[in-house]
């Protein structure tokens, strides 16, 4: 095994077994307040007064771009359960240089710069992880608790 394979090898492994489920975990409140289809979530925003029900709105146009690239390192897309084709998976920091075929142009500007520049994997990660806790505090502020 050459140097570069063994770094690529590692690379897989590591992201399946460490930064995917980590994603995951961190990550599953933002995807249930962006997800489009989360009936549990909209049951309780319906009852919310018509101003949080708007602030819920904006905040889940302003936080989809990032639970959606967060999404492209869970471990549901990343096993292949879909048939999912090796060049599908998620692509290789920093994003930036690879975000217009990951994810709507126009999402660009609402993806924090720290996910989109970050080196490495890990800083990556780091940088999702804290941007979605963030978008999660916002979406929680909204509703008072976890929805």
């Known amino acids: 095994m050459t140097w570069s ?8 492994r590591w992201l399946r077994t460490f930064m995917a489920p980590t994603l995951a975990k961190a990550d ?11 009936f549990r979530v909209f049951e309780k925003a319906d009852a919310l007064p018509e ?4 602030r819920f709105t904006e905040l889940r146009e302003r936080h989809l771009p990032l639970a ?7 471990a549901v897309v990343i096993e292949k ?13 920093p994003l930036r240089t690879v975000i217009d075929r990951a994810i709507l ?8 710069n720290e996910v989109l520049d970050a080196p490495a994997l890990r800083p990556m990660m780091e940088a999702m992880i804290r941007h979605s806790a963030q978008a999660v505090a916002e979406f929680d502020e909204v509703f008072g608790e976890r929805a």
């Open 105 to 112: 142009p126009e999402w660009v500007s609402l993806i924090p």
């Open 5 to 12: 394979e063994f770094q690529e090898m590692f690379a897989d």
């Open 28 to 38: 599953d409140p933002l995807q249930d307040y962006t997800e489009p289809l989360n």
């Open 81 to 93: 359960p879909f048939g999912v084709r090796a060049n599908d998976l998620p692509p290789a920091p």
């Open 51 to 54: 101003r949080k029900q708007e």
């Open 68 to 74: 959606s690239i967060i999404f492209r390192f869970h």
